[in-house]
Structures are given as C-alpha cells and as structure tokens.
C-alpha cells in the first residue's frame, strides 16, 4: 500500500517520517528529494520564493508498493490512503520561526493551515481515503496516531474534518 503524508511546512511530515522509518521499519520516501533528483520541476516561482514542480512527471515516476511518501505535494500522487497533518496555527507559527522561514513564509503557511488548503487539495482528489492527525501535541503521541492510520486501526477516529482552526483567521 501507498500512503502520502502531507501537510503545511511545519506540521512535522519529514520528522514523523523519520520515527516511522527508525522505530517501524517503514520504507518512506521523501519527495521533495524525488523532484530534486529527477528535476520535476519547471522552474522557480520567484514570488513564492519555491520550485514550480511538474506534477505531471511526479506523478509518472515509479514509485515502488509499500512505501509511505512524505512531503506537502505527495496528496497529489496516486496512493491509497493520505494522512494529513494538521498543527494549531500558533504553535505552527512558533515551529516555522524555529526553522528561521521568512516573515512572508510564516504568514502564507499559517494562513494556508487555518484554511485548511492542503485537506481539501487531497478531499477532492482522494475523497473518504483522506484521514487527519492532529500533530500540535508531543512528536511520540503524533507519530503513533499516524502508525495507527497506516495500520488501519479504527480509522473512524481519523476521518476529515476534526481540525478546525478558523477561530485563529486573525492571526493570520
Ligand atoms: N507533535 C509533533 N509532531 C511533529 N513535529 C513536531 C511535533 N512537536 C514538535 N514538532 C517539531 O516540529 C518540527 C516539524 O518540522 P518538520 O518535520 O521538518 O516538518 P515538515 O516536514 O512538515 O515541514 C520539528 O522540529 C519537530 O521536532
Ligand atoms: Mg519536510
């Protein structure tokens, strides 16, 4: 089974994925990595200060069975089951500060995680295969709610729509 983890920078997809690997023994792929490697990529997008990935060729590489792949665009990859990670605006903001992102960074991902842009990007492409883990609490608890995901273990628990940060719209 394929499994994308994705969320906005900060909500801790690459350090979950690590955990996952070391004490699973998951295979995960990082696909920031992917495009790099294989330059799916147009371009780079001067106002956003980010590369203009080719989704088209991301989506052709052959990737193998059995891997979870980790990074804010793996939603748009043909798998069978996405995790969305989802962290409160405010300590999302606190997380990207600690990664030194510019102000303009911090702004546009928090305001992306209270829109919740990256839940419906993957709703509308993956539908009820779209599960959500709250990852605002400590690193050990998220990482085994999103074991739990991949292992199907009461999946109900998990379904979309439990975050809902637009109380925190004006911290945007
Ligand atoms: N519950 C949590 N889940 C994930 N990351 C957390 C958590 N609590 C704190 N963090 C920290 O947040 C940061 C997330 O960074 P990173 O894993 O690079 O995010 P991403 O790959 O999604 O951009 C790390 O420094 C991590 O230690
Ligand atoms: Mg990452």
């Not at 371009?43 to 989704?55: A, F, H, K, S, T």
């Not at 043909?78 to 990670?85: F, K, M, P």
């Not at 702004?107 to 779209?130: M, P, S, T």
């Amino acid at each position: 089974m394929k499994i994308a983890l994705t969320g906005t920078p900060g909500t801790g997809k690459t350090t979950i994925g690590k955990i996952l690997r070391d004490r699973y023994g998951l295979k995960v792929v990082d696909i920031n990595e992917v495009i790099r490697a294989h330059q799916y990529y147009a371009g780079w997008d001067e106002y956003r200060d980010c590369l203009i990935v080719d989704l088209e060729a991301l989506r052709a590489h052959p990737f193998s069975e059995d891997l979870v792949l980790e990074g804010h665009l793996s939603h748009n990859l043909l798998v069978d089951r996405v995790i969305v990670l989802r962290t409160n605006p405010v300590a999302l903001r606190r997380r990207l500060q600690q990664k030194a992102f510019s102000a303009k960074k911090i702004n546009e991902n928090v305001e992306a995680e209270i829109l919740d842009v990256i839940l419906v990007e993957a709703l509308a492409q993956h539908g009820n295969a779209v599960y959500e883990v709250d990852s605002t609490g400590t690193l050990s608890e998220s990482a085994q709610l999103v074991w739990e995901i991949i292992q199907g273990h009461w999946l109900e628990r998990f379904v979309a729509g439990q975050c809902d940060w637009t109380a925190y719209l004006n911290d945007a």
